[in-house]
Structure formats: C-alpha cells, structure tokens
C-alpha cells in the first residue's frame, strides 16, 4: 500500500440513518386499513434436519405471563407462589419434553446442531439441563453467546430467577464494558463479541466446557468470525486429548468424553474437548453441519398456533403512519391482546411512541387503556424487563421493537404483530470505504419470523403493511453481515489470534477480497499493520486488546505520548454512546443556550470534554455533602436542567472506568495535557486523519480519503463557524451526506502528523 499525495486514500467513516417524524393528526376514521387476508396460517416451514423430536400436545403447556419483578423484599408467600410459577413454566416449555434426549445428543456428539422454534425454550432451558446433566463438573462453564447485548442481559436475568440465584452467583452475563460474573459463575451469557474478546486472552477458551452459539441463522459479523475459531479451538482441545492418550497420561471418564490432568502444549491446563452447540431459529440447519464436516443437527419442535396474515391492498407510503394507524385500528376493533410493532431503530420507536400518546386523548376515556413499551439494544437494562411484566387488567400493551424481538426476546402475551417489512442494516461502501446504516425489506425469512411471534400462545393476527405481491419478491434470507461490513476489526482480530492469511481463513462465507484488501488498508494507514501485513508492534498489539473501534484505540494509544491521554479517554467515551445532548422541540432555544455554555471554539471534541469535567465537578461536590444515591439524584437533575441525556452520559462514565482499566493495563501514561489544549488537537489530527476534510468555495466540505462532498450537521458547534480544515467522527448518510462530531485543525498537521497519508503539494 503507498498513498503519496494529498486528498488521496481509502476508507471509513460511520452512518446512522436518522428520520424526523413529524405529528400527524389521527387518520382514523377517515382511513381504515384495507387489509386482506391472505391463507397462510402458520408459517410453512421446511424441515432440513435429521431427526425431528416428538412435539409435546398442544393443551399441555399452559403459559402465564412471565413475571420479571424481583423477589427481594417480598412476603415470602408471593415468592412462594413466583416459584411455583416458573417452575410450571418451565415444565410447560416444548422443550423440557426432550431434555434427556437432548443431553444424550451432546454427550454422544462433540458437535451439535440445535433448531427450534423461537420460544421453545432453548435458550434458557438448555444451559440448565447441561448444568444438571454434569457438563459443568471440574469447574468447566457453559457459555452461551448472543448476538446482542440485550438479549445477553434479559435471559442471564431470567435463567439467575429461574435458578432462585443471585444474578451474577452461578448464573451470569458478561457485555462490553460490563461483567456481572463471579468465580461461581457456570452459565454465562454473553455477546459473541465478548467471547471474541475472551480468545485474546485464553485461545483455547479452556474455562468453558461447552459453548452454545445461539441465534446462529442471525450470522452477525462476529458469529461467523466466532464460528472460524471455535472450529480451530476444537481441533487442538481435541489433538491435546489424543495426543494425551497416545504418551499414556491418565485419563477420567467424564461426560462420554475424556478428560486429560496435564499435558505440556496446554501450559499444564486441564482441558476436556470442547463441546460446540449451534442454536439457530431457522429450519435450514445444512450450511451449519456442512461447515462442521456433516455435523449432527436435531430440531426441537415449537408450539405455534395459526397466524392469520393481513396484507394492504396497496403500498404504504409512510410506513410509521402506516403502523400508527393500525395499532389504533386493533386497539378499537379487536379482543384482548398485547401488540407487537416491529421499527427500524431507537429513533422511530421514539417518535412513534410519542406520536402513539398525542393521539391517545383523542379516544374516548374508556379506550385510553393503552401502555406503550420500546425495546431495542441501547435501552438500558432495567427499562428492557419493563416488556416481559405483566399487562395490567384492562390494559393493551403496545410492544415497540427493533428485529431484537424476531427471535432474541420472546415476549408474553402477544397476540398481534404489525410488521412494516422493514429493518436497519449496516452497509459497506467498499469504494468510498463509508459504512452507513440503511433501511431496507425484510427477508421471507424475518417476516416469517415476525408473524410466527403472534402464534406463540394462541391463534394470532399479522399485519404486514405492504402487498402480498410484495412478499413473493423479497430475498428468501437476509445477507450474513460478514458480506456487508469493514473489516478492519474482524482483521485486527484474527492477526492477534495468530491468523495470518485472512483471505484463507475457513469463514463460513468468504468476505468480499475487495471488503478485506480495503480494511487493511485502513489498518496499514492507522500503523496496526507491518509492511508485511503482520500486526505491529506495539501499536497494532494494543489496538487489539482495546475493545473500541480501530480509530478510538488509536486515538488513546498515540494520547498518551502527546501527553494528554486523560483528555482522549474522557472523549472517546463520549463518542461511544448515543447523543449526549437532546434538545425537545418544544424547547429548541433553551437548549442551545444550555449547549452554548459548553461549547469550545475548537469545536465538538473539546465540548463533549467541558459538558464530563462539568458533570464530574458537579458530582464531586454533590458526594461531598449527600448520600451516593442522592448526589446520582442530583447529577440526574443537574443533567435535565442542562439539557444532557443522564442515561447517555452514565453510560460514558462506565465506558470511561473500563477503558481507563483497560489503559493502566497496557502502561499507557494517563496524564493531562491541562490547559493547553494544541497537544490534544494535534492528537485528534494524528488519529482521525482519515476523517479530515477541506472547505470548498460553496462552504460545502470535501472528504478527503473517500472524496465526498460533505456538510457539517446543524448539531455542531462549529456549524456556524466553518473552519477551513476539519476532522470529523462520523458520516450520516441522510438526504445529504453529513459529518457530526467536528473539530478544527490545522491543515499543516495533516502532512506533519500523517505523513503516510497526506504530503504537502510542491
Ligand atoms: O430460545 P428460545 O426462543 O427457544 O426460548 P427462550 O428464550 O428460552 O424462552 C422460553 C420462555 O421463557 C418463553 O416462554 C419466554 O416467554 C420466557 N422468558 C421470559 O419470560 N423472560 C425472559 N427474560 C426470557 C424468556
Ligand atoms: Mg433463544
């Protein structure tokens, strides 16, 4: 790779599709939904396993409402009662009909495919039955891996309750920036990233004894990466144990395995073969066992009853209108029931929640019985179990999700499903190297999905807002995101597990070559990679072992030689969560006057900066005179007068401590550049150097790696100001292509501070 001139190069910036939903009058009476009913019942499903285990009647299970108060603090008669009620539960899952079955499955097989239907119970259940069944003798822990972060955090909720244990004791989760394990722990929930993570540290992952890949048929970027390795894991747990048996050393029967005590290559570890389970909600289970030479794969059938499907008779222009309008129309016209919408992002569900209560009081007081409950990952936990408690009596709940609640959540009681067809996805510009998020159709396969979640309890309804016809041309599944991503972390990953050849690495689906040529570019340009395309020393090491984005990791590792690393770890948390500002239209002025006392001349980075010392002084002083609870009291109060989101920048705080840790770790100096902020600006051109752009004579910008025309968001400070040379964090992709989080630089720098990039013109 060799960039030599100006304004030339590759890759990245990141994208958030944002909408602004605007108030619409309420269109009920005057447009109902033409909905036509169309004749599939429940949704016809093809079978590819190898054997299929026997379906439990339908009129044994008796489902209640899950209830997910916790029991502290309660007459011991009603904690009595809870129990009694979970167990029922449990027992009345499809899936503890075939417990034994399943247990034999695992010992007899080391790897195993399991298929079934979301809300079978696989997810809680199967963990506990190995517990049971012994896999966890000898200390060994069952890890079971998500692909997101909420579902990691609700299940380990439910298995600790279920268990009557301490969240965090024998049942626990781990996420990024967040472990709530112990040395007790033997289920452990966690994101298939964190498990990634994990691998840095121990690459044969020897404290698990069985790792479940959950939610496979999802192929985020990270199970497919996570599936590569647990193969190779596998093979050499497996190699230690023959060649264990081959130069005699004793061996213990365990599980219908062995087990060997000590052995030279494993650093004296004991370590028995590790046992991989694949969990997956879709019934093609063939691409799994085909990957994992012809695994065995068994399918535990669900209770599903008939789903009728609604289709419009003609598409829906504005498909939020859409979902507004049929949620009022099954409220006003169907029985009882809860109501689950499917939206594309945290944005929608917003604004269609809010737009849900605007519309609320013009209903007659008798069907203002309506409760509203988003779900979507970055919702902090305690608000996510507020979808699994029970609908008071009378009430309707309305369920607003993103696809998280296709199979990662099951939710109780919900007898209707609205489904848009839509869904946010990341995408991958390999030309401009940009990554916008984008709204596209759902697959046959998510929609599918989506209807089968009103036919969990009872028969149920789907709506889908858009034609029949329209369903015939959607793609039978969605795209793995391996195919649709940068790669550069994937790449950072792999060359620190020791995986040199990335193109020859045995991916489930191979990667774009041009998606992985340009990702190493990226990682070549920000000094992770050699010459030689192997990871640096100590720049790409260190890159590794930060669990940030490459550009952050960069950013806090040259810090600490510009000497103001505390100042870079204090923006890299803030530029790791959702926007710390929020300004409610009804009150515009007021925050921008409220920002206006934060803000910095040299732009967002030095703002984001002012708004966490303020925050930090303030409760410094709170703790002095108040109680811990107290002083989060107030900084929560001293956070709305000040127009600051108190749940984002809680958030950055915790961000803050893990990635400080994570810092003194590596011995990077923590020290602060005081008042003088050139050093940390200087930095920020040394780090975001990618992200640079120039002024155009229309006040326009052009960015220089990809070359885009681009506009600074009307959220910077520096919107008004215009600097003439700028880095920015990240590219929205709207109507136009906007930068946010902007800081001024000298132009001078780029040259100086990058000279692999940019050069000066003669
Ligand atoms: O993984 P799978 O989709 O097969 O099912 P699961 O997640 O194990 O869910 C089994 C049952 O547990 C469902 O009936 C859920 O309603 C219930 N559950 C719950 O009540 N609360 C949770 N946080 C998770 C599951
Ligand atoms: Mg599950």
Same mark, same amino acid.
């Given at each position: ?25 309420? /269109? ?48 011991? !008669? ?36 399991? $298929? ?14 190995? #517990?049971?069944?012994?896999?966890? /003798? ?9 692909? /997101? ?21 024998? $049942? ?33 992952? !020897?404290?698990?004894? $069985?790792?479940? $890949? ?14 590569? +390795? ?120 917003? !604004? ?11 209903? !007659? ?59 946010? %996805? ?62 550069? #972390? %994937? ?115 030095? @703002? ?26 107030? +900084? ?34 923590? @020290? ?17 150097? +990618? ?17 885009? @025309? ?22 929205? /992709? ?18 100086? +501070? ?9």
């Amino acid at each position: 790779i060799c960039v030599h001139c100006i304004g030339l190069l590759c890759v990245v910036g990141g994208g958030l599709f944002r909408r602004e939903l605007l108030p619409k009058p309420l /269109r009920l009476a005057s447009k109902q939904f033409c909905l036509h009913r169309s004749n599939i019942l429940a949704p016809p499903l093809a079978v590819a396993t190898q054997i299929i285990f026997p379906m439990p009647s339908m009129d044994s299970g008796n489902f209640k409402q899950s209830q997910h108060n916790s029991n502290i603090n309660k007459p011991k !008669s009603e904690h009595f009662a809870r129990r009694q009620n979970i167990e029922q539960q449990r027992k009345a899952l499809p899936i503890a009909a075939v417990e034994k079955l399943l247990l034999e499955e695992v010992r007899n097989n080391d790897t195993l495919i399991i $298929v079934g239907e979301t809300g079978s119970g696989k997810t809680t259940q199967l963990p506990q039955y190995l #517990n049971n069944g012994g896999f966890c /003798r000898d200390g060994g822990i069952i890890g079971i891996t998500q692909p /997101r972060r909420v579902a990691a955090v609700t299940v380990a909720k439910r298995v600790a309750e279920e268990c009557g244990v301490a969240l965090g004791q024998k $049942v626990g989760y781990a996420i990024r920036f967040e472990d709530v394990t112990s040395s007790s722990t033997r289920i452990k929930y966690m994101t298939d990233g964190l498990l990634l993570r994990e691998a840095l540290l121990d690459s044969y992952l !020897s404290k698990y004894s $069985v790792i479940i $890949v959950d939610e496979a048929h999802e192929r985020t970027v990270h199970t497919d990466v996570l599936l590569g +390795l647990l193969k190779t894991v596998q093979k050499t747990r497996s190699k230690g144990v023959s060649d264990a048996v081959k130069n005699g050393m004793p061996l213990e029967k365990h599980n219908g395995s062995e087990v060997f005590s000590t052995l030279k290559q494993c650093r004296g570890k004991k370590l028995s073969p590790l046992k991989i389970i694949i969990m997956s909600a879709s019934l093609d289970a063939r691409v799994f066992s085909e990957y994992f030479g012809g695994a065995r794969a068994v399918h535990v059938q669900g209770r599903q009853y008939p789903v009728d499907i609604l289709y419009t008779r003609q598409p829906e222009t504005d498909y939020v209108d859409a979902t507004l309008i049929t949620i009022f129309q099954i409220h006003m016209e169907e029985g009882p029931g809860d109501i689950l919408v499917f939206l594309t992002g945290q944005e929608e569900i917003e !604004s269609a929640e809010r737009l849900v209560h605007e519309r609320l009081p013009q209903l !007659s007081e008798s069907k203002r019985k309506l409760l509203t409950f988003p779900i979507f990952s970055s919702l902090p936990s305690e608000k996510q179990m507020k979808v699994f408690m029970p609908t008071p009596i009378g009430f309707r709940k309305v369920i607003l999700a993103t696809n998280i609640a296709e199979t990662s959540v099951t939710i109780p009681g919900i007898k209707y499903v609205i489904d848009p067809g839509m869904v946010k %996805v990341r995408t991958y510009e390999a030309s401009t190297g940009i990554e916008p998020l984008i709204i596209v159709k759902t697959s046959k396969a998510q929609a599918l999905q989506r209807s089968g979640r009103a036919g969990r309890e009872g028969p149920g309804k789907c709506y889908r807002l858009y034609p029949e016809s329209e369903f015939d041309k959607l793609k039978d599944s969605t795209t793995p995101e391996i195919k649709r991503c940068n790669l550069s #972390n %994937v790449i950072l990953h792999l060359k620190a597990l020791g995986v040199d050849d990335i193109i020859g690495f045995d991916f489930i689906e191979q990667p774009d070559r041009i998606a992985i040529i340009k990702s190493m570019e990226l990682l070549f340009l920000l000094g992770a990679l050699t010459d030689e395309s192997k990871l640096s020393d100590p720049v790409g090491q260190r890159m590794a072992r930060l669990p940030l984005d490459p550009i952050y990791s960069k950013a806090l590792i040259i810090a600490s030689e510009f000497n103001c690393l505390e100042e870079m770890l204090i923006v890299v948390a803030m530029l790791s969560v959702e926007s710390i500002f929020y300004a409610p239209r009804e009150k515009l002025e007021e925050s921008r006057i409220a920002l206006k006392s934060f803000s910095s001349p040299e732009g967002d980075h030095l @703002t984001l900066l002012n708004v966490y010392r303020a925050s930090d002084e303030f409760l410094q002083k709170s703790n002095l005179v108040n109680s811990k609870e107290k002083a989060e009291k107030n +900084l929560r109060k001293w956070c709305k007068e000040n127009f600051i989101n108190s749940r984002s920048l809680k958030h950055a705080r915790d961000i803050h401590s893990q990635i400080q840790r994570n810092a003194e770790q590596m011995n990077l100096h923590v @020290t602060s550049c005081g008042d003088d902020m050139l050093p940390f600006r200087r930095c920020l051109a040394a780090s975001f150097f +990618l992200n640079a752009a120039l002024k155009q004579p229309d006040g326009t910008y052009r960015a220089l790696s990809s070359g885009l @025309t681009v506009q600074i968001h009307p959220s910077s400070v520096l919107f008004r100001t215009k600097p003439e040379c700028i880095i920015f964090d990240e590219l929205v /992709r709207t109507n136009h292509n906007y930068i946010r989080n902007i800081s001024r630089i000298d132009y001078l720098w780029l040259a100086e +501070l990058a000279p692999q990039c940019y050069a000066l013109q003669e």
